[in-house]
C-alpha cells in the first residue's frame, strides 16, 4: 500500500485551545482505496475515520517500539 501525502493544511477547527483539525490529502492505488472503504463499512465507520484509525494505531505501535518518540 503506498501512501503519499502531498498537501498538509491547518484549519481553524478547534474542539478545545489545544486541539485542531488538518487536511491530508494522499493518492493511493484504487484497490486499496476500495479495501480500505469495504472495512470502513464493517466497522460502520466513514473512510476518513477509519483512515485515522489506522494511522494512529501505527502511530501508537511506532512509539512503543520505539521508531518514534511520544509527544
Same mark, same amino acid.
Given at each position: 500500500?503506498?501512501?503519499? %501525502?502531498?498537501?498538509?493544511? +491547518? =484549519?481553524?477547527?478547534?474542539?478545545? @485551545?489545544?486541539? %485542531?483539525?488538518?487536511?491530508? +490529502? =494522499?493518492?493511493?492505488?484504487?484497490? @486499496?482505496?476500495? %479495501?480500505?472503504?469495504?472495512?470502513?463499512?464493517?466497522?460502520?465507520?466513514?473512510?476518513?475515520?477509519?483512515?485515522?484509525?489506522?494511522?494512529?494505531?501505527?502511530?501508537?505501535?511506532?512509539?512503543?517500539?520505539?521508531?518514534?518518540?511520544?509527544?
Amino acid at each position: 500500500m503506498c501512501f503519499n %501525502a502531498l498537501n498538509i493544511k +491547518t =484549519i481553524k477547527i478547534a474542539y478545545d @485551545d489545544h486541539m %485542531a483539525k488538518v487536511t491530508v +490529502t =494522499i493518492y493511493m492505488e484504487e484497490e @486499496d482505496k476500495e %479495501a480500505l472503504q469495504l472495512l470502513a463499512d464493517a466497522e460502520e465507520r466513514s473512510l476518513s475515520q477509519m483512515a485515522v484509525l489506522i494511522l494512529k494505531r501505527a502511530i501508537k505501535q511506532a512509539q512503543n517500539e520505539g521508531t518514534i518518540t511520544p509527544k
